[in-house]
Each structure stands twice: as structure tokens, then as C-alpha cells.
């Protein structure tokens, strides 16, 4: 008898085992859910939160930041440091001065959206409006070469300053002959970047 009430006993810690189980395990995949609901919240509130951050940085930011960052993306050279001379009364390419127009047009061809200002001075010798002719060849002579290198006429502005921008106000051969030069500083226009929107 007592190995009946044994077996019967035992049978009713199983059942009862197996119910708690039962009645636990809905409650175990509900906080599951809950867990994997709260992480996907968490989630979908940080996405929210950085869209806000990236909206709020767009409207801080101007069309001319806006500008100056497409313009830094695709600048591929600077001109700025190429100087080209001229001899004594002279509007003419020394080989030397072709090397650095050489430069200008690798540099333009290489960045289709660059302009140039072409400036050219002479030195301080002369009158003035023989060294505002002079310059005026010196610039032309340069945008000439360009042109025959396969630079767009359009993208190219010449300048003939005189003798109004010395770089060198001594009144010595080495001031003059430093003065007598083509300078160059890019640009970029709206027509760069396409029709204004």
C-alpha cells in the first residue's frame, strides 16, 4: 500500500511540476517580447533622435557653407602660387613661362568647373598708358596659349593692371623685373554649379 500512495504522491509532484510550467511559460514568452519591443524602441527612438540632430544641422547650415563645401569637394589645384615673367618691354612666352601655363592647363582640365582670372602687370618704367597696353598683350598672350591648349574661352578673365600692383615698390632692376608678371586666381561662379535653384 505504501508504495502505491508513493507512486501516487510522486505522480501528483509531476502534475503539479507540469502545471507551474504551464502557466510560466506564457509569462516567460511575454517578457521575451517585451525585452525584444523595448530594445526595437530603443531603437526606432535613437533613428528619431539623429534624424531630429541631422534636420536641425540642415537648417543652421547656409547656402554659402553649403558653397564653400562643394567647392572644396572638387577644387583640384590652386594657380595662386604660379607666376609667370616677362622680359623688359616684351609680351612674349619664354620656355619657362610655358612650363607653369602648362600647369594651369592640366589643372583646368583637370577641374572643368574652375574659372581664371588672368592678371597682368608690367613694372613701373614707361608711361602709363604704354604699360596698361603692355599688360593688356601680356594677358592676352596668355589667354591665347590656354585657348590653344584646349581651355573654353568662357572660363578664362583677363585683367591687365599696369603698373597699379607692384609686388615690389624699389626702384631696381630685381624690383622690376619681379613686377613684370601673370598671375592667376581661380573662381567659381554660379554658372559652376548649374542653373540657380
Known amino acids: 500500500m505504501k508504495h502505491f500512495e508513493s507512486r501516487t504522491y510522486t505522480s501528483t509532484l509531476f502534475a503539479l511540476g507540469l502545471f507551474a510550467l504551464t502557466i510560466n511559460l506564457p509569462a516567460c514568452a511575454t ?31 547656409t547656402e554659402e557653407e553649403i558653397k564653400d563645401y562643394t567647392v572644396a569637394d572638387v577644387q583640384s589645384f590652386d594657380p595662386q602660387g604660379i607666376v609667370v615673367h616677362f622680359e623688359f618691354e616684351k609680351a612674349t612666352l619664354s620656355p619657362m613661362t610655358v612650363a607653369s601655363l602648362d600647369k594651369i592647363v592640366k589643372g583646368m582640365k583637370k577641374d572643368p568647373l574652375s574659372n581664371i582670372t588672368i592678371k597682368a602687370h608690367s613694372d613701373k618704367q614707361g608711361e602709363e598708358r604704354f604699360n596698361e597696353k603692355l599688360s593688356a598683350r601680356r594677358a592676352k598672350v596668355i589667354k591665347d596659349y590656354l585657348i590653344s591648349h584646349g581651355i573654353d574661352e568662357d572660363r578664362l578673365d583677363p585683367m591687365y ?8 615698390e624699389a626702384p631696381t632692376v630685381a624690383a622690376y623685373k619681379k613686377n613684370r608678371r601673370g598671375e592667376f586666381n581661380i573662381n567659381y561662379g ?8
Do not use: H, R, W, Y
Request: aromatic share 2%.
Open 31 to 61: 517578457n521575451m517580447q517585451m525585452a525584444a519591443k523595448t530594445e526595437e524602441q530603443a531603437a526606432d527612438d535613437a533613428a528619431i533622435q539623429v534624424d531630429a540632430m541631422i534636420k536641425e544641422a540642415e537648417a543652421e547650415t
Open 161 to 168: 593692371l599696369g603698373a597699379t600692383e607692384p609686388l615690389d
Open 190 to 197: 554660379p554658372s559652376s554649379f548649374g542653373p540657380a535653384k
